[in-house]
């Protein structure tokens, strides 16, 4: 078992300004770094603790970083105080002994004690700083950190043990730069996370421009509220949906990775809504029709019209959903138009193949895309085989007959019709027989003035 005895150099804990609530918790701040970190870049983790006693005197934990990551030689032989890039500074007043050791079950337990019964004051701040390495093949993704069994020794005799697990993270990206995830799984991140780990993944994920899930499962246990913004779909336990609002008085597209039953569906609609399924499509009318629904089923586009006096959040916080992760989104066909769910931002652009119709709230329909249209996330749009003249496709009530043609009379002062025009036999009528203004059958109509099917019309 490998052991040694090293000397690290502790950072003031920050009183005042921070107000941080006392969890009794260490664990490391997250952070964001890249494959292939070697000693000579220096990358340094950082070990918060909050405490609601000021005055410990020594800490144990055991922590286990994620595969493909360790401390690295120099994190463990040096610390530094106050922290300089190129330079270690001693200061006799902070000198605490660290010792760590390997455990049997691959987690390394550290422990710090004072050596002249100096303690660590105040309650909240940096404690701990370590060098890292990373694996050349890590491959870029959102790990847990994870500590447990940690110990807080307050002077005198007694100790204070805190959470049982303690969960943070790191972020692993090609370049090192920001988290820029579509979707965020973080189902194995089982334990407690601290407020100054939240916090931090709350910024990570409002910087997240591609970000569009999100899953925290029921095993985590958030030392804060976990924000997440509009036009992502959660789920946080068996609590999830869809952060998004949806005007008042105005059609929406929507299409969801998760089911809605009878009920939810219900309570939805109490909130001012309608959702509606494609029902139709008529070509000759440019028009299609939506039919009222009970349930919704994921990965189905719908259309959500809002008629209530205020914008919702219609599908945000509800309550026993299952969401999986948006993969591929489902379509509803008839004939050669498909109403289409997406997923992820689309950039739509119509061509010889495929005509494009996205909603637009300002004409209330469906207009037709010429090139580089942008669809969000969790939407709908409209697709036709081949090329479509139709500028727009409006929203009827259902399939509208054809209403037959109906001859417009001619407005001529100068034409004097005759009296016997009343004697025509209408029992030729609808025949296609013609008959000239004095009710006389003609074969060969020729220019001027004549009666079909009970109705004038000018044979020019």
Excluded at 98 to 124: A, C, E, F, H
Excluded at 216 to 229: D, H, R
Aim: with cysteine; charged share 25%; glycine share 8%.
């Amino acid at each position: 078992m490998m052991r040694r005895r090293i000397y690290f150099f502790f950072t003031a804990l920050v009183l005042g300004a921070l107000s941080m609530t006392a969890e009794n918790v260490i664990q490391v701040k997250p952070v964001v770094t890249k494959p292939g970190v070697t000693t000579d870049d220096k990358a340094t983790l950082y070990f918060e603790m909050t405490n609601e006693e000021p005055n410990i005197l020594s800490i144990q934990f055991d922590i286990m970083l994620p595969e493909g990551m360790s401390f690295g030689a120099i994190a463990l032989e040096r610390t530094r105080y106050p922290f300089t890039e190129d330079e270690f500074t001693y200061d006799k007043n902070y000198e605490h002994s660290v010792s760590y050791n390997i455990q049997q079950d691959g987690y390394m337990r550290i422990i710090v004690s004072s050596q002249k019964l100096n303690p660590i004051k105040g309650t909240s701040g940096v404690v701990l700083q370590a060098r890292y390495t990373t694996d050349a093949t890590m491959q870029p993704g959102i790990y847990p950190i994870i500590i447990k069994e940690t110990v807080l020794g307050i002077s005198g005799t007694q100790k204070a043990k805190t959470a049982d697990v303690a969960v943070s993270y790191v972020t692993v990206t090609a370049d090192g730069t920001a988290m820029q995830e579509a979707d965020v799984d973080l189902s194995d991140f089982e334990g407690y996370m601290p407020s100054f780990v939240v916090s931090q993944l709350n910024a990570d994920l409002e910087a997240d421009e591609a970000l569009r899930w999100l899953k925290v499962p029921s095993t985590t246990v958030l030392g804060g509220e976990l924000t997440v913004k509009d036009n992502v779909v959660y789920q946080i336990g068996t609590k999830g949906g869809l952060k998004r609002t949806f005007p008042v008085g105005q059609r929406s597209t929507v299409c969801l990775p998760f089911e809605l039953n009878t009920d939810q569906v219900d309570a939805i609609k109490e909130l001012g809504c309608e959702i509606e399924s494609f029902a139709g499509y008529q070509a000759s009318k440019e028009s299609i029709w939506f039919d009222p629904v009970k349930k919704m089923y994921p990965h189905k586009p719908y259309l959500v019209t809002v008629t209530g006096n205020t914008d919702v959040k219609l599908f945000d916080g509800i309550e026993n959903v299952d969401i999986e992760q948006p993969v591929e989104a489902g379509s509803v066909m008839w004939g050669d138009m498909s109403f289409k769910g997406s997923y992820e931002s689309l950039s739509l652009t119509s061509d010889k193949s495929t005509t494009y119709f996205a909603y637009d709230a300002a004409d209330g329909a469906f207009v037709r895309v010429g090139s580089d249209a942008t669809v969000p996330t969790y939407r709908a749009y409209i697709a036709i085989d081949g090329v479509v003249e139709a500028r727009q496709l409006t929203i009827s009530d259902g399939y509208q007959e054809d209403e037959p043609v109906v001859p417009v009379e001619p407005e001529d002062p100068e034409v004097e019709e005759p009296t016997g025009v009343d004697s025509v036999n209408m029992n030729d009528n609808g025949n296609g027989v013609v008959y000239d203004l004095q009710g006389r059958r003609v074969a060969q109509p020729t220019k001027g003035m004549y009666i079909k099917n009970g109705r004038k019309f000018i044979k020019k």
